[in-house]
């Protein structure tokens, strides 16, 4: 056929909008109708919608990746779930089934580690506030207790005063290592000598034992020589110390940080392009420890994996409840989950998969949630079929962070649910009703409306 | 690899560069041209395919084919 001849032209698509796409529109029509062989429809008809579901068998291999990637590297390694990536009961105890331990930031996460049956000496107690009754319970249970600040050394001496015993502690490093933002805020920092300062401190104190170092560069560190950078610190000032203070370490916590298989916004490449595999990490991990590491001396090294474990293993389900075409042209979707559900949403652009094949051509559109409030938006924009209400989306990855930081803001938060093996799907966390919300709530007698 | 390998070209004419997150539009000449670029031809033979394959094109095609490839300079993709 010969066609008619125009002037060539290649026109930039500068609607502001548009080339903010961080994928290519034609990956973006993804239908998936089950999770782990359970069929989306028979998920919401049973549990509602929203739904957050949870496949334990990609939490279980992830895990058991991880775990074989760093201990065929160097044996004396552990794991301690980071309770606050994710404190459901249910997954909790399928990372401990798999030989984690607890790492808890606070006394409500070290209560909730105990009441799942971890005892105090598999929980390493890290975070800026201890209260002087949760550090007492820690250190009484055994725990591992990560030194924050000055005033915790104080209130810890003050525990060991009053147990009267002398007691073993940790300490939080913070360092330079190429990361930016640098998390300045935790810990004693080594290179201003801080780190130094803290020791003499403990070692003057006589009451403490310093027996391990902690140190957690940042989330999602892409660059696994980071790691590298860190243990060589760590190592330094573990030898440093030794030589000085005859201070024998016997851990050193390096902490979590690795990605997860998402896509952060403002970046274009996809996630199988911009993040390095685990094996990368274990490499730069353990090479640099036996690099640092005297002949033969194998401390017990610990990792706390958050976001790098369990986010590939949650998903979201929800429902399109409406769409209307906003004046620049541009089709907005309301669907029944926002950003109430889905902290992750301010830096993520997830995985959008329909439930169902659409027709039709695809089209800027964006996503906002029911909140009624111009920043709850979970996909700023995108090219989408044209969907109907009732149309549900899968987004993910969203293990991670989202049921520990959702908020109960103008509505309940949804059941979470649990694939495991043979298709069987149970129910970890009930959706919740009014008596969740009032439970707690108190209206003074004066105050009542009376009929 | 070459930047404009790594675009996502489909037949429409809709094109995506996946470094920049930039997308275009090209109408139906522009996107023979960028295809055929995409293959590694020269701008001589894609000028002589376009006067075989389009009704009246022009005795200045290749003129209309640098000017393209220097359209495609301005955007980073060559
Ligand atoms: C002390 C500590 N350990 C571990 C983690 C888990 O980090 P990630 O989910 O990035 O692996 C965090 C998260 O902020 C943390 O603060």
Redesign the interface.
């Known amino acids: 056929m010969?066609?008619?001849?125009?002037?060539?032209?290649?026109?930039?698509?500068e609607t502001g909008m548009?080339?903010?796409?961080?994928?290519?529109?034609?990956y973006t029509r993804k239908v998936r109708t089950e999770i782990d062989g359970v069929k989306i429809d028979d998920l919401v008809n049973e549990h509602g919608s929203p739904l957050f579901v949870f496949s334990e068998s990609t939490l279980r291999q992830r895990y058991k990746q991880l775990y074989n990637v760093f201990s065929t590297r160097y044996p004396n390694i552990a794991f301690g779930w980071s309770y606050k990536t994710n404190y459901l009961p249910a997954i909790c105890n399928i990372l401990h089934q798999e030989g984690a331990i607890a790492e808890v930031v606070s006394e409500m996460e070290y209560d909730k580690a105990r009441l799942a049956g971890i005892p105090g000496d598999k929980i390493i107690f890290n975070g800026p506030y201890k209260s002087i009754s949760a550090l007492e319970k820690a250190v009484s249970e055994g725990a591992l207790v990560n030194i924050d600040h000055f005033d915790e050394i104080y209130d810890l001496e003050k525990v060991a005063k009053n147990l009267d015993r002398k007691i073993k502690v940790g300490m939080r490093l913070n360092m330079d290592t190429g990361i930016y933002p640098q998390w300045t805020r935790f810990g004693f920092n080594l290179e201003s000598g801080q780190a130094m300062d803290a020791v003499k401190r403990i070692v003057n104190g006589g009451k403490l034992i310093l027996n391990g170092l902690h140190c957690h560069v940042g989330t999602f560190i892409l660059d696994p020589n980071a790691y590298a950078l860190e243990v060589e610190k760590m190592t330094g000032l573990m030898y440093d110390l030794e030589s000085k203070f005859n201070i024998k370490l016997e851990y050193l916590d390096i902490g979590g940080g690795f990605p997860s298989k998402s896509k952060l916004k403002g970046t274009?490449?996809?996630p199988d392009t911009l993040i390095p595999s685990i094996d990368e990490y274990a490499e730069a991990i353990s090479t640099a420890l036996y690099r640092n590491l005297k002949g033969g001396h194998m401390p017990q090294v610990y990792l706390e994996t958050g976001r790098g474990i369990i986010d590939e293993a949650g998903f979201l389900i929800t429902s399109i409840v409406t769409s209307k075409r906003l004046p620049d042209g541009r089709k907005a979707y309301v669907a029944d989950a926002g950003i109430n559900l889905l902290y992750t949403a301010f830096w993520y652009k997830y995985t959008i998969e329909t439930d169902r094949e659409l027709q039709g051509t695809n089209e800027p559109s964006m996503i906002n949630g029911p909140l009624c409030m111009n920043i709850d938006v979970i996909e700023e924009g995108t090219l989408l079929p044209p969907m109907e209400k009732g149309v549900r989306l899968i987004l993910s990855p969203v293990g991670a962070y989202n049921v520990t930081q959702w908020m109960q803001f103008i509505e309940y938060r949804p059941a979470v649910v649990l694939i495991g093996p043979n298709k069987t799907v149970d129910l970890i966390r009930e959706r919740e009703d009014l008596s969740d919300i009032i439970r707690r709530e108190k209206v003074p007698e004066r105050l009542k409306i009376k009929a | 690899m070459d930047r404009l390998q790594k675009l996502a070209v489909n037949s429409e004419g809709f094109v995506f560069d996946p470094t920049t997150g930039d997308s275009f539009t090209a109408n139906s000449t522009g996107l023979f041209i960028l295809n055929r670029l995409r293959e590694g031809k020269s701008a001589d033979e894609i000028a002589e395919e376009l006067k075989k394959d389009f009704e009246n094109a022009p005795e200045e095609v290749s003129k209309d084919v640098s000017d393209f490839v220097t359209h495609l300079h301005t955007y980073n993709l060559m």
């Open positions: 010969i066609k008619k001849y125009e002037k060539p032209v290649m026109l930039k698509i548009m080339n903010k796409f961080g994928s290519s529109p034609y274009y490449q996809s």
